[in-house]
């Protein structure tokens, strides 16, 4: 078997570990985002490609910004190698971005699917150790430490992270079922789901805490449980046979979006939106087509942009927006190689008093070869020019 078909068997293994999380039946993370001072353009124009610049193979997992000079990134390098790939952690300050270290980890990360900021000073990040545990890293704006949660067990494994003052909500899926895990406070806690099979991918909390949403998939159908009155329970949802949920943004008490896609046989997946108005979910229309929908954010003004893949036009940008009623395409310039490259935006935070967001990702080339990007997107007629 020559390298490049090893790589190209390992490439079915590791788009599902990048793109869908762990096989099993059945990012991201709510961020805490102020409300700028007046109400910002719509981004919904390409303005620039870029990379953080991991060794090796790599690829950006989840992104989340609190201004525009303070945003983190976390994903994997050398993901070809099962027992030495390492977690990644990227910090852009403004100007150029920074590879930040874990301390106290004599095993380190394997790799980190989420991170969240409570503030700039209070970051966690969740993904996969390299000693069969969970991993949780908490940051404190220069660098990060692996924090131990003694309710975690080996075989856990956490897919999303929510974070805001006082509060971090973990999900993901334990014996086949789901699995929510908090700290309030310094007390970390195993929630009890009432779900007997699925796994939770993508989890937001409002500021305070006290509600919020968790999506994922069971048994063929997606899956939400909501926070209300200190517990996780499942909700009520359209029929959707195929269905499966990967991550969900709250942006107010009566607004919320859940992304994921439709299976259809034939490897064929078609978008799924649903929408929360205050009392039910509800399915949004969506352009025709087979995109891939990973990750959702939100402006607190009602509007979202969703990323992700399509595979009509593997090797531009593709980001979908949402007003509340209508949505619409933005695509920006194909990667290098065109055609015989693809890019996967596995997700999107909007930065707040830029209307800019930014979706991170990675590009796969003719050779199996991954990279990861940073695309950004905001008002028409502008463009940035930093690098």
């Known amino acids: 078997m020559t390298r490049r078909t090893k790589r190209r068997a390992l490439a079915v293994c590791a788009g599902v ?51 525009a000079s303070n945003i983190w990134a976390v994903g994997q390098q050398d993901i070809w190698d099962v027992w030495e790939n390492r977690g990644a952690i990227s910090h852009w300050d403004g100007r150029s971005w920074t590879q930040i270290g ?29 000693d069969s545990l969970p991993y949780v890293a908490h940051g404190d704006g220069s660098a990060f430490d692996r924090v131990g949660v003694d309710q975690l067990r080996a075989g ?15 999900v993901g899926s334990r014996d086949r079922a789901p699995l929510v895990v908090t700290r309030t406070g310094a007390a970390w806690q195993v929630e009890p789901v009432r779900v007997t099979e699925g796994t939770l991918y993508g989890v937001s909390v409002s500021a305070k805490g ?31 046979p195929g269905g499966y949920l990967r991550d969900v943004h709250l942006d107010g008490a009566k607004r919320a979006l859940a992304i994921g896609g439709v299976y259809h046989g034939s490897r064929k997946v078609s978008p799924l939106l649903l929408s929360w108005n205050g009392k039910r979910w509800s399915r949004v229309r969506v352009p025709d087509g087979e995109a891939s929908l990973y990750g959702v954010t939100g402006d607190g003004k009602g509007r979202f942009w969703v990323s992700g893949f399509d595979p009509q036009r593997p090797g531009e940008p593709y980001l979908l927006r949402y007003d509340g009623k209508h949505t619409k395409i933005i695509r920006g310039e194909a990667a290098r190689g065109g055609e015989s490259s693809t890019m996967r935006l596995q997700a999107v935070t909007y930065v707040p008093g830029t209307s800019t967001v930014w979706a991170v990702g990675h590009v796969v080339d003719a050779e199996d070869k991954y990279t990861d990007v940073v695309e950004r997107f905001g008002p028409k007629g502008t463009r940035s020019t930093s690098s």
Do not use: F
Not at 49 to 67: H, P, R
């Open 102 to 130: 874990i301390r106290n980890d004599d095993t380190g990360a394997g790799h980190l699917r989420s991170i969240a900021a409570a503030s700039a000073t209070d970051l966690w990040a969740v993904g996969t150790a390299h």
């Open 156 to 170: 856990d494994w956490l897919g999303g992270v929510a974070a805001v003052p006082g509060k971090v909500v973990a």
């Open 210 to 240: 006290d509600t919020g949403w968790a999506v994922g998939d069971s048994e063929g159908e997606p899956l939400v449980v909501r926070l209300s009155e200190g517990s996780w329970k499942r909700v009520s949802l359209p029929e959707i």
């Open 17 to 67: 570990a990048l793109c869908t999380g762990p096989i099993v039946p059945g990012m991201s993370a709510a961020h805490a985002h102020a409300d700028p001072t007046r109400p910002p353009a719509i981004a919904e124009a390409w303005q620039q490609s870029s990379s953080v610049g991991l060794q090796g193979d790599g690829s950006l997992s989840d992104v989340t910004g609190l201004s």
